[in-house]
């Protein structure tokens, strides 16, 4: 079975089973090399700015302003690949952003930062639910290979430790899974696969499958002087202009899953108190998803794209919404 598609000739089929069978997919050459070097240098030069030359993360907010960067999220290639794998009736989240140099990991430590997307909610039933369908979907605009850390690597099929609908099968893969939690408490790799992205791909994968960064070579972190900061934190503000890493980032589900999002966002925003004050390492990331009611708040252009594309937008009503941005304006926002 196959993971790997190209974007105008994909399988239907082949997407579904292979996000249900590995976690995840990859539809290769989503966009040109033309389209991929414009998005990098307006990335290069928004993040060149006074406001967020320090930042590693291009917020929702941001990205809404950014015509030519929100409209890949409805790109013929990625919604349909989308539909496929999760179902006619497409939501987006509105949690888009651009990461730019982040790893996620323990400093340089290798075998850190392994995680699933939806590790928040474990203990929710519907993360066992056979028909379980969220996806985190990511743009890459650089290759895995660059020496850079170009891409994510992943623990195939370690979603089915929770949703097997085969009993015994699903013991196996959970015994897996196990093993797979003490081989990273133990720094050990064990399973793991480098997805091998390259410029221009999209890859989306289950929320609840076990990943992490790919971090640069060992040669270019001594390049950078980072072996003498073996606890640097998630952002890396210098690896080389020309070898930025950036992935544009957002969830997605079907129709089914939209109300289980939407709670979790809330119990989560509990967390981002009245009077806090943002900063790049911890925006309210939550709070600024629950503020905006759809299509209210949203580019006219932007809901326009996604009429076009049947593609739904999931948020509170305009009532409840307003909670959070009043919520908002008690902040002290990097970024209003």
């Known amino acids: 079975m196959r993971w790997e598609f190209e974007s105008r000739t994909m399988s239907n ?16 050459n989503a966009f040109d090399p033309k389209t991929v070097s414009r998005i990098r240098s307006q990335l290069d030069e928004a993040f060149a700015s006074a406001e967020m030359r320090d930042r590693p993360t291009m917020c929702s907010t941001e990205v809404l302003r950014r015509e030519s960067i929100w409209r890949m999220l409805f790109d013929d290639g990625i919604v349909s690949s989308l539909r496929a794998a999760l179902g006619p009736e497409l939501f987006y989240q509105h949690d888009v952003d651009v990461q730019r140099n982040s790893y996620g990991l323990t400093g340089w430590k290798r075998n850190t930062g392994w995680h699933m997307d939806a590790g928040s909610e474990a203990g929710n039933f519907y993360l066992r639910a056979p028909d379980y369908r969220f996806v985190k979907c990511g743009i890459f605009l650089q290759d895995f290979d660059n020496g ?11 979603h089915r ?25 133990l720094r050990m790799d ?6 091998p992205t390259r410029a221009g791909d999209f890859c989306f994968f289950d929320s609840r499958l076990l990943h992490s ?3 640069p070579d060992w040669e270019n972190i001594l390049k950078i002087g980072y072996d003498r ?8 503000p210098d690896i080389p202009k020309e070898c930025t890493k950036y992935v544009i980032y957002w969830d997605a589900c079907n129709a089914a899953m939209v109300d289980d999002f939407l709670r979790n ?3 989560r925003s509990e967390s981002e108190q009245e009077g806090m004050i ?35 937008v999931a948020s509170l009503g305009r009532e409840r919404a307003a909670f959070y941005k009043q919520k908002l304006q008690t902040m002290q926002l990097i970024d209003p």
């Open 278 to 312: 943002e900063h790049s390492l911890r925006p309210a990331i939550f709070t600024r998803i629950l503020a905006m009611s759809y299509p209210d708040d949203f580019p006219q252009a932007f809901v326009a794209a996604a009429n076009e594309r049947d593609v739904r």
């Open 13 to 28: 089929r082949g997407v579904r089973d292979s996000l249900r069978k590995f976690g995840f997919a990859v539809i290769r």
């Open 161 to 185: 430790g929770l949703s097997e609908p085969n009993k015994l099968k699903r013991t196996l893969f959970y015994f897996k899974r196990a093993l797979n939690r003490i081989a990273m408490m």
């Open 229 to 236: 900061k073996p606890n640097i934190c998630g952002f890396w």
């Open 213 to 215: 960064s790919t971090p």
């Open 190 to 195: 064990v399973g793991t696969f480098e997805v």
């Open 265 to 267: 966002s809330i119990k």
């Open 148 to 158: 850079w850390g170009g891409g994510i690597r992943i623990k195939p099929k370690s």
